[in-house]
């Protein structure tokens, strides 16, 4: 088993839809998580970190559940710019040397 | 966020050489960290580069194949030895982005494509 699981897709969605990632991870001890997006042939960028109680940046929406050992990206509104892979990070410890990385959902959104 | 400059964006390469790739920093930072990116596939940890000691090599990384400089506080490099088309993919370094809270996100540079021929 994978230590950080994610659809790969793709998702193909009309512009305008909601569209959700789920993403699990096998280490209970984890400490912090993040969604990273990766556009083609691009280096990984942090879209948000994953607090504990949720949180919101604009039209996008991260969840963690801890008892689950799952994370969730809603993206609300979708633009054609969110087309890209989207990167589910996981860090077991403070250092980055414990970053582990999922395979990453691929998104296109469609006019 | 802390800015890297990576170098060369790509090269083609000579099965049986090396190449060493360069990521410059424009901030001060502990830990600089090398990932590899295969065709299709997700990122893995080569390497973590400390400065003034050795660096550790994650599972399946030896010094050998991948040796590691680490002079100064802003900048690391990274050689790919004695190269087989095996090696063909995508390298990039990272650093952790100091922000005030622990949830703190990690920068990358903007990779170096390598093929083996």
């Known amino acids: 088993r994978k230590e950080v699981e994610q659809d790969p897709g793709p998702f193909n969605v009309p512009e305008g839809a909601t569209v959700a990632f789920n993403c699990t991870y096998s280490n209970s001890a984890s400490q912090s998580f993040f969604w990273y997006r990766q556009d083609c042939r691009k280096e990984p960028k942090l879209l948000m970190s994953v607090y504990s109680s949720g949180n919101e940046d604009g039209r996008f929406t991260a969840q963690l559940n801890r008892a689950s050992q799952y994370i969730s990206l809603l993206i609300r509104d979708s633009k054609l710019s969110d087309s890209a892979t989207y990167l589910c990070v996981v860090n077991v410890g403070r250092a980055g040397n414990m970053l582990t990385f999922g395979g990453g959902t691929r998104l296109m959104v469609k006019p | ?117």
């Open chain 2, 1 to 117: 966020s802390a800015v890297i400059s990576q170098k060369p964006s790509r090269d083609i390469c000579q099965r049986g050489t090396s190449l060493t790739i360069q990521c410059q920093v424009d901030s001060q930072v502990t830990m600089m960290f090398w990932y590899r990116q295969q065709p299709g596939q997700s990122l893995t940890l080569i390497a973590t580069a400390n400065q003034g000691s050795e660096a550790t090599y994650e599972s399946g990384f030896v010094i050998d194949k991948f040796p590691i400089s680490r002079p100064n506080l802003t900048f690391s490099t990274l050689t790919v030895s004695n190269m087989s088309p095996e090696d063909s993919s995508i390298y990039l370094c990272s650093v952790e982005d100091g922000a005030p809270s622990r949830y703190y996100g990690y920068t990358f540079g903007s990779g170096t494509r390598l093929t083996v021929v």
